[in-house]
């Protein structure tokens, strides 16, 4: 009776996540698809990051030698560098294909996971992960300009984005867990074959996305130029390079947004360089300290995208300099009062104010760019917003573990990129060469 019972509460538990997958159309429009396949993307990175926790990570977080800590900086940073400038121009090119080179990225990260499995104790195991990492941005790029594609017309790129945002991170917690078992029955390699599984099932996942993905004809690229108006309206019109500009609008919420993710990228890898180094002795504590940011950041990044879906945005530029800011005053404070509880409210804070301004970014590129471009808009954003990150993991890496040092350090930094968003929002800018004069129109438009 308790197997018949358990077997029915299953049943009824996958059809009920099928049917949350696949509502408000999602089902028709071939959301439900991509859902499934970010999903498969987000447990592969949890899997892979469990796996290498005990070797790149933590071995250069406490490392004396500035070399192994040089190779940890240049395995992490360098997958976002080459990411960032070429995939975006890339998929602006890219015609056709477009499922194709999904499914290709989790192949190619299915190999290298067997490879690092296979090599783990040696030198190999350094181009692999560098490898997949390359692979897995990639991954986010390509599917941040396919969304667009599959947008039910029953709700929005903002919930869409934030419905992607939500199914990962459970699948990444929910594969985390997993991977944690396999690495402590089959050690380090059981968590990587569990992350190529992953993968294998994530390319078929692939080709379950609807044929029309495919269809670019009449995209036009877009360009982190400003845009200009003409007798007070908005130019939609690309320029005489064929060339969408974005706007000011969302020059604005790259800003701001890039600021946050400097915040964010810097706690991650921090935090857990500051732990190592103060609990070296004690894994248990470094767990368990470790476990508490991570967890304060997941139901951060949950709750923002939850508030996020249901807001209209109405002042948007005030918004995401509100985000900004607020990550200033979150960076100050910890710098003030150091100690790992200030740190998890910290990672809170910003994982909410920056799933906030993510979609809110999303909502900008939605309102204010033509349907032709907004695909090639999120590639380039979300190449943007890769580099953010990583350049804030690389300042992390680079300054000593001492929790006023570190937090004093990136506050002044995210200070000049809020005052870098305020200014551009005023047709100026600390940079001479980088201004968008574009002034917004009498009236206020509303963002949903």
């Known amino acids: ?58 071995s250069a977080a406490a490392a004396e030698s500035r070399a192994k800590v040089a190779l940890y900086l240049l395995v992490t940073v360098a997958p976002f560098a080459l990411v960032a400038p070429v995939i975006g121009p890339l998929l602006d090119r890219l015609q056709r294909g477009r499922r194709l080179a999904l499914a ?20 190999a195991l350094y181009p692999a992960a560098l490898g997949v990492l390359v692979l897995s941005k990639s991954f986010t790029v390509l599917r941040a300009a396919v969304t667009p594609r599959v947008l039910p017309t029953a709700i929005t790129l903002v919930t869409t984005n934030s419905r992607l945002t939500v199914f990962g991170l459970l699948a990444s917690g929910v594969s985390g867990a997993f991977s944690v078992g396999f690495a402590k029955l089959f050690g380090s390699a059981g968590a990587l074959c569990h992350s190529a599984l992953l993968c294998c099932l ?41 060339v969408q500009p974005m706007g000011r609008h969302v020059v604005i919420s790259l800003w701001a947004n890039g600021t946050v993710r400097v915040l964010s990228g810097f706690l991650t890898l921090f935090t857990a360089f500051v732990v190592k180094a103060q609990t070296e002795h004690d894994p248990v504590r470094q767990l368990m300290l470790l476990g508490v940011v991570g967890a304060a950041a997941g139901a951060g990044s949950i709750s923002g995208n939850a508030i996020g879906a249901r807001q209209r945005f109405d002042r948007p530029d ?71 990150w990583v350049a804030g993991g690389a300042f992390g890496v680079l300054l000593p573990p001492v929790y006023w040092i570190g937090f004093t350090s990136i506050a002044v930094v995210v200070a000049i990129g809020a005052v870098q968003a305020g200014l551009i929002a005023g047709g100026r800018s600390l940079v001479p060469w980088i201004r968008h004069r574009e002034r917004a129109p009498a009236s206020a438009s509303s963002y949903q």
């Open 1 to 58: 009776m308790a197997a018949w019972r358990g077997r029915q509460l299953t049943e009824q538990g996958v059809r009920a996540f099928h049917g949350a997958a696949g509502a408000d159309g999602a089902d028709r429009s071939g959301l439900r698809a991509l859902i499934y396949t970010s999903m498969m993307d987000y447990g592969a990175d949890a899997a892979l990051a469990v796996a290498l926790a005990n070797t790149l990570f933590f």
């Open 104 to 123: 290709l990225s989790f192949v190619g990260r299915a190999v290298l996971a067997i490879v690092m499995a296979l090599h783990f104790h040696d030198w």
């Open 202 to 242: 994530g390319s078929w996942l692939c080709t379950r996305i609807p044929r029309w993905v495919e269809i670019t004809v009449g995209e036009v690229p877009a360009s982190l130029r400003g845009g200009h108006r003409r007798n007070g309206e908005r130019d939609r019109r690309p320029d005489l390079r064929g």
């Open 318 to 388: 005030r918004l995401v300099l509100g985000c900004a800011g607020t990550c200033v005053v979150s960076a100050a404070t910890a710098a003030l009062f150091p100690g790992i509880v200030t740190v998890g409210i910290c990672a809170l804070v910003t994982s909410i104010v920056g799933a906030l301004a993510k979609v809110c970014l999303d909502a900008v590129i939605q309102r204010d760019l033509p349907e032709r471009s907004r695909a090639s808009a999120f590639g380039r954003s979300e190449s943007v917003l890769q580099l953010a």
